[in-house]
């Protein structure tokens, strides 16, 4: 997967099966941060695409789901062999503390809901300020 370019980002998207327009390496890590799936899972299903197939790595509801998936199953990744700033980056979880990890995911959700309230507010303010436009256009000919 690797690399630092909206098109990765993009393709792990697209890899653990999120649907979207994502318009920004930030809207991908975003999306990216809430969704619980195991690392090896995800490379191997990137792997079985590249080959021409199908497949999405197993999503779990809760962080104490995957850590328990992920201990059980022996597939705890290295995390020093992730960069943060990459897209697998966004993947890491705290699976020792799986509790930690909900805390921050509430506030990543948080964060998501003020952001996406404050756009909801913006694009009402421009659709407001077109119609009045509008209707000045159309008062003054």
Not at 8 to 34: M, N, P, Y
Not at 62 to 85: F, G
Not at 87 to 99: F, M, R, V
């Amino acid at each position: 997967m690797g690399g630092r370019k909206l098109k990765d980002w993009k393709k792990l998207c697209d890899t653990i099966g999120l649907e979207g327009e994502f318009k920004s390496i930030q809207s991908c890590r975003e999306a990216i941060k809430v969704v619980h799936v195991n690392i090896y899972d995800v490379l191997e299903a990137d792997t079985i695409i590249q080959a021409g197939g199908k497949a999405r790595p197993q999503r779990f509801p809760t962080p104490q789901a995957l850590s328990k998936y992920t201990v059980e199953h022996k597939k705890i990744y290295p995390r020093e062999n992730v960069i943060d700033s990459e897209p697998e980056g966004a993947l890491l979880k705290h699976i020792s503390d799986p509790e930690l990890e909900e805390k921050l995911q509430r506030k990543r959700e948080e964060r998501l809901r003020k952001k996406e309230a404050k756009l909801k507010k913006e694009q009402e303010t421009k659709l407001k300020r077109e119609k009045e436009e509008k209707k000045t256009e159309t008062g003054s000919t």
